[in-house]
Structures are given as structure tokens and as C-alpha cells.
């Protein structure tokens, strides 16, 4: 009997690990199953405070018991499931490589960022890309854009969630999922909210700002926590001119965030560009279901389901 691909989205945050289920069928998405499990403030004070292995031991254990518990809560059958990694745990670099016939491009790139941030190469976990139209004028050599995490920090999430009972297959930053959510919600909208739009996710951490998912180099990154709304949209602009694919970006979609009439106005006024907060609702408009209900009255939401469609989208 065949089955609809089934994706699990997980999103291990400083106060709470969220989870989605995703059902594909052609090419739209259902929303399946979402849970929350809330870890102690006692762990995440640790956590924060970096005050050594005992503290980092305790809250992987709070961690491993949230996914345990949240497991329970999912359907018995969530398929393979798309981790997320902090931007702060990640590097990212352009590094160019000569033409070589042959050549281990991985393990080539591996070997010069590893020279640069003086570490053992077999300490690295990498993905990359080539970058389009970023060649030397005598084409001797390719650029790729790499991003690089210590192999330890991403065997320690895809053991806990091994062991609480899932299937890892897929590790991606947290703004960079974004813009698999951008291309989805473009790829969908019918025209409704602009053919090119950028996302701001503010959550317990800070916030994400990601932009141009169809530009030859998409915008992402994290962000510390800004002060009120005005500072925060102010912070937005700011970004997003600097960005490079401002010229590209045709809406803005905020989530994470509560606005009245008047800061949603404040927002349109700095950004210049319509502003619409996105919901549950919005990304899934066709279904009706008590998963979509409980996703609606979480802050966190729009992650874990940002993971789950890189997982579908791209594989």
C-alpha cells in the first residue's frame, strides 16, 4: 500500500522543543500533528549561563525526556524528521577551489576552512554550494559558499532524537529553513501576497530575517533580540537594504510577533513594502483541524513547520 510522504519538523529551543507533521499531496501540505513540550527554566538558566559539562549534561537529558514526551504526542508514523542547527553554532565562508580534474570538492573545501579557523578537518560537519556567476575572469577557479558546524554539536541533536525515537535525515540552519517557507508560500500564494516576499521570525532567542529565496544568493541570518517594535522594524529595514535582494522583495510576512493597526502601519511606513503577519492559516488554507487550531496558539510555530517543508521540498 503506498503512503503520502510524511515529514516531522523539530525545532529544540531555549524554553521549549516543538514538532510538526507534515502529509504531501501534490504538492500542497497538510499539517498532521503539532506538539509542544516545555523544558525547565531551571535547565535553560544553565544553559545560558555556560557554566560547564554538568550544566550542558543536565539540559541534554531535559532535551532527550522533552523529545521522548513529545514523540508520544506525534502520530506513531512522522517519517523522517529535519533538525535544526543556531546560525551562532554555524560558519559560513566563500572559499574558492582551482579546477581540478577529479578533485573531492568536500573534502578540498573541508581542508582549507579548516586551515583558516586553525581546527582538525575531521572535526567539521560541511554543506556547500557553488555560487553562480562567481568565477575568476580566467575560469581557473569556482567559488562556493560553505557552511561548516563542529561535527560534535550536530552528532549530540541527531543522537537525542535517534534515541527519543525519530529518524534524522536532514540539519539546517534556522533563518536559512525560512526561505525554504518563502518559496513554498510564493510557489502558492496564487499572486496574492507578492511574487517575491521576506520573513521576520522573532522567538525566545532573538530574531531571524530571511530574504530572496529565488535570488542567485538568498539572505539569511540571526539576530539578538531588539527592544520595542519600532526598533525592531527599524533593525528590519536596515537589514534588508543591506541585504542585496532588496530590490527583489515585494512583501514582508512577520511572525512571532503581536502588532496592533498602528505598528503594523509603522512597519509598512519604515519598510516601505505591505506587511501581513502569516498564521497556521495562511501557509495551510485548505485544511480544518484541531493541529492547526493548537499550531495557532504557539508562538513558535512557524520552525518547526519551516523544517518539515525543506525536508519535503528538497528531497
Not at 554538568?54 to 531535559?62: G, Y
Not at 508562538?299 to 517543508?309: C, E, F, N, S, T
Request: some cysteine; hydrophobic content about 40%; proline content about 4%.
Amino acid at each position: 500500500m503506498l503512503h503520502k510522504p510524511v515529514w516531522t519538523g523539530i525545532d529544540i529551543g531555549r524554553q521549549s522543543v516543538k514538532a510538526v507533521v507534515l502529509k504531501q499531496n501534490k504538492g500542497r501540505f497538510t499539517l498532521s500533528a503539532y506538539a509542544e513540550v516545555a523544558l525547565t527554566l531551571e535547565n535553560e538558566a544553565g544553559q545560558l549561563s555556560g557554566t560547564g559539562p554538568l550544566q550542558d549534561s543536565v539540559f541534554q537529558a531535559d532535551q532527550l525526556s522533552a523529545l521522548r514526551q513529545l514523540r508520544t504526542l506525534l502520530p506513531k508514523r512522522t517519517g523522517a524528521c529535519v533538525l535544526s542547527l543556531p546560525d551562532s553554532e554555524v560558519v559560513q565562508r566563500d572559499i574558492g577551489l582551482e579546477r581540478r580534474w577529479g578533485q573531492d570538492v568536500a573534502s578540498a573545501l573541508a581542508q582549507q576552512l579548516a586551515h583558516l579557523l586553525a581546527v582538525d578537518p575531521q572535526s567539521l560537519s560541511l554543506d556547500f554550494h557553488r555560487l553562480q556567476d562567481a568565477e575568476t575572469p580566467g575560469h581557473e577557479t569556482e567559488m562556493y559558499r560553505v557552511f561548516a558546524a563542529k561535527s560534535a554539536a550536530v552528532e549530540q541533536k541527531v543522537r537525542l532524537a535517534r534515541e527519543a525515537g525519530f529518524r534524522p535525515a536532514v540539519m539546517e540552519l534556522q533563518a536559512r529553513t525560512l526561505l525554504w517557507l518563502l518559496r513554498y508560500l510564493e510557489q502558492n500564494s496564487g499572486g496574492a501576497s507578492g511574487a517575491a516576499s521576506a520573513i521576520v521570525c522573532q522567538h525566545d532567542s532573538g530574531w531571524d530575517l530571511a530574504a530572496g529565496s529565488r535570488h542567485p544568493q538568498p539572505y539569511h541570518r540571526n539576530f539578538p533580540v531588539a527592544g520595542s517594535q519600532a526598533e525592531l522594524s527599524r533593525d528590519v529595514t536596515r537589514q534588508l537594504r543591506l541585504s542585496g535582494v532588496f530590490e527583489d522583495v515585494e512583501s514582508l510576512w512577520l511572525t512571532g510577533i503581536a502588532l496592533t493597526e498602528d505598528e503594523r502601519g509603522c512597519w509598512q511606513q519604515l519598510c516601505g513594502l505591505p506587511v501581513q503577519l502569516l498564521t497556521p492559516q495562511q501557509v495551510f488554507p485548505y485544511q480544518s483541524d484541531t493541529a492547526l487550531i493548537t499550531a495557532s496558539q504557539s508562538r513558535g510555530w512557524v520552525k518547526p513547520v519551516a523544517l518539515a517543508i525543506r525536508g519535503a521540498m528538497s528531497c
